[in-house]
């Protein structure tokens, strides 16, 4: 990030210029939103499929897609070499990624003293928003450029963007050696632009005139210079690419006393950009190299001093409203966010039409600079497909374990959350219900919320999914519902941004207790059945011993033999099939549910094994959950019980 990046840090410690432990503050209106918050190992930063789906790389090498609320590992980039700011530092997706699966990765590699662009080949699902079928092999690398020296533990950039042109850019920091900045033919402390759409596919190497695009300033060179488009960088460690202006934005991390932002023309003028390193440090002077004087150096956009507590600075996006739920209005339309790897604070920068200035404070804004606080150790901050603002954080700076995945997207209206199906069901105690529980999440104008934050909570039920789960891209969640016990239980779905939604739904069950006494025993039998049922509702109660087999049936299963009667008594029967028996002094309805209490001499169970089961014939059932198992016939657990 910067020289003697330990140096800054330390002076970050004693300075006390935030930590990562610190609330995160954003004006009113905004929320930041945990999307992973573990199972990342130092993420070192992110980008998104062009289906939508966000990919985020560790700096170890670790590739993990997240969908569905869910991280899944990919690949892991071989060889990577880590130790201070070394690691996997950026990768992109290709723009036809969904026909050719290709994405790319810039890292240090071990056993190498020169930097790597690479490109892996994914397989799977490579355009399907809502699956984790993705993954790539080691062995598909393909070596797109490695001509960038690598000497120092230090400033190695880097970014990957693809312009509107379908040319790769990459930054790259001056490894440390500052005067090789002024050079185009040494890859160091410039940004490249490269056309990879010639490529031949599967693992091999690529030659510098495969990957000159032809109308870079010094193409056909044959030489490094044919892919540089701008040079005088010290370590551009983050840029992004604004897609609609179509300008590069770029953060120039500093020496001692300033953080250098810079707006890199683009496409590329007809000389090399230089942005003039190491003469100046951002709008300071700084120190001479061989080969001057050096014309037509480019200021920096604007710069931050160190005084403010800036010392790794990290450009995010050029903010654009993308018609959609996440959007941030037109206050923000074009303007130019930006934040400090030490710092934590986020600023935003407009265009007044000839110079880039800090615009008013929004309402609520912590200080007249700073839009957002408490942001220490991003490790990159970009613009979603969505419109919201997506980030990387470290678990601390410089950690190497830990992290998470986050974004920043506006409250907006209320999210209005439904249940698309499967409420109202009616199942047994311990069965899963027959279908899964679906909520639908939509924005205030009926817009689905993908890959939006869910809580859900449950009474007398357990969930097949966690409590935070995401939407997929229709907005909706999916979740299987199981009741733990009998009579009601339910399921709700609420978000950040106040939606919520409950679904109802009903166990039947059959409980018994014995309670033992001197005289007699007693059996107490709840019988529960579901509460929109008919009333009176025949009750069929019986018992077996030595319990049977368990017959499957397309009703549920069968615990007591209703066939034969083999070792079987029907005890309570109010659908009259087997004459009418009633041992209940309340009789053989439910109404709908039923409490029975036999008594029988004291011990005369004792030693048995029964199967208890109670049975209702239910039509209500049959009307409101019509084509699922149970429908009509309420089998409950079949309960066993030793005497």
């Not at 069901?425 to 104008?445: C, E, I, S, W, Y």
Request: charged residues 10%; glycine residues 14%; contains cysteine.
């Amino acid at each position: 990030m910067s020289r003697g990046f330990i140096l800054t840090a330390f002076m970050a410690i004693i300075l006390g210029f935030g930590s990562v432990g610190q609330a995160q503050s954003v004006p009113p209106g905004f929320t930041v939103e945990t999307l992973v918050s573990s199972g990342l190992n130092a993420p070192h930063g992110f980008f998104f499929l062009p289906d939508g789906r966000p990919v985020i790389f560790e700096r170890a090498g670790g590739v993990k897609l997240f969908v569905n609320g869910s991280l899944s590992t990919i690949g892991t980039v071989p060889q990577v070499e880590t130790g201070s700011e070394r690691g996997l530092l950026a990768m992109v997706a290709d723009p036809n990624f969904a026909t050719n699966g290709y994405i790319y990765a810039w890292a240090a590699r071990t056993g190498s003293a020169f930097m790597w662009l690479m490109r892996f080949t994914c397989t799977g699902d490579l355009n399907n928003a809502t699956s984790s079928n993705l993954s790539f092999s080691p062995t598909s690398l393909f070596t797109v450029f490695n001509g960038a020296p690598d000497n120092a533990f230090n400033h190695n950039g880097g970014s990957l963007a693809f312009a509107n042109d379908g040319k790769l850019i990459v930054s790259i920091g001056d490894d440390a050696s500052s005067c090789a900045a002024r050079s185009e033919n040494s890859a160091q402390g410039v940004l490249l632009r490269l056309d990879v759409s010639g490529l031949p596919a599967g693992s091999g190497s690529a030659t510098i005139p495969q990957i000159d695009p032809g109308d870079n300033p010094s193409s056909g060179s044959g030489s490094v210079s044919a892919l540089v488009m701008a040079k005088g960088l010290r370590n551009p460690w983050r840029f992004t690419y604004d897609a609609v202006g179509g300008n590069i934005y770029l953060a120039d991390v500093g020496l001692n006393a300033r953080e250098e932002f810079d707006e890199v023309s683009y496409p590329p003028a007809a000389t090399i950009q230089d942005f003039g390193w190491p003469l100046f440090e951002g709008i300071a002077s700084l120190q001479s190299c061989p080969g001057g004087p050096f014309p037509n150096l480019i200021a920096p956009t604007f710069d931050v001093t160190h005084g403010q507590g800036w010392l790794a600075c990290i450009t995010g996006p050029r903010y654009r409203n993308q018609g959609g739920p996440m959007d941030f209005g037109p206050t923000y339309e074009g303007q130019w966010f930006y934040t400090d790897y030490f710092s934590g604070q986020i600023r935003r920068a407009e265009f007044n039409g000839t110079s880039w200035v800090n615009p008013a404070p929004v309402p609520g804004q912590s200080s007249s600079t700073n839009w957002g606080t408490g942001f220490v150790g991003i490790s990159q901050f970009d613009m979603g497909p969505d419109g919201a603002m997506y980030f990387t954080q470290h678990a601390g700076t410089y950690s190497t374990s830990g992290g998470s995945f986050k974004r920043i997207r506006p409250l907006g209206p209320v999210d209005v959350v439904t249940v698309a199906s499967g409420d109202g069901q009616v199942g047994v105690r311990g069965t899963a219900f027959k279908l899964p529980v679906v909520f639908q999440v939509d924005d205030a104008n009926g817009n689905p919320l993908a890959n939006t934050a869910v809580t859900l909570t449950s009474t007398n039920a357990s969930l097949s999914v966690g409590p935070q789960v995401m939407t997929d891209a229709q907005g909706q969640v999916s979740v299987t519902v199981t009741p733990v016990g009998q009579g009601a239980a339910s399921v709700s779905a609420s978000t950040a941004n106040f939606g919520a939604a409950t679904a109802s739904l009903f166990a039947r069950g059959l409980n018994i207790i014995h309670i033992s006494g001197s005289v007699n025993d007693t059996l107490v039998v709840q019988m529960t059945n579901t509460t929109n049922g008919t009333a009176p509702v025949p009750v069929l109660f019986g018992m077996t011993t030595p319990p049977g087999p368990i017959i499957p049936t397309i009703y549920g299963d069968l615990g007591i033999d209703l066939i034969t009667l083999q070792n079987t008594i029907i005890i309570e029967d109010g659908g009259g099939l087997y004459g009418g028996v009633s041992n209940s002094p309340g009789g053989p309805f439910g109404n709908p549910s039923k409490t029975a209490i036999y008594t029988f001499p004291a011990g005369a169970a004792a030693g048995l094994t029964i199967n208890f089961q109670a049975i209702w014939y239910d039509p209500t059932v049959l009307t409101s959950v019509a084509g699922t198992v149970n429908s009509n016939l309420g089998f409950t657990n079949i309960v066993t019980m030793t005497f």
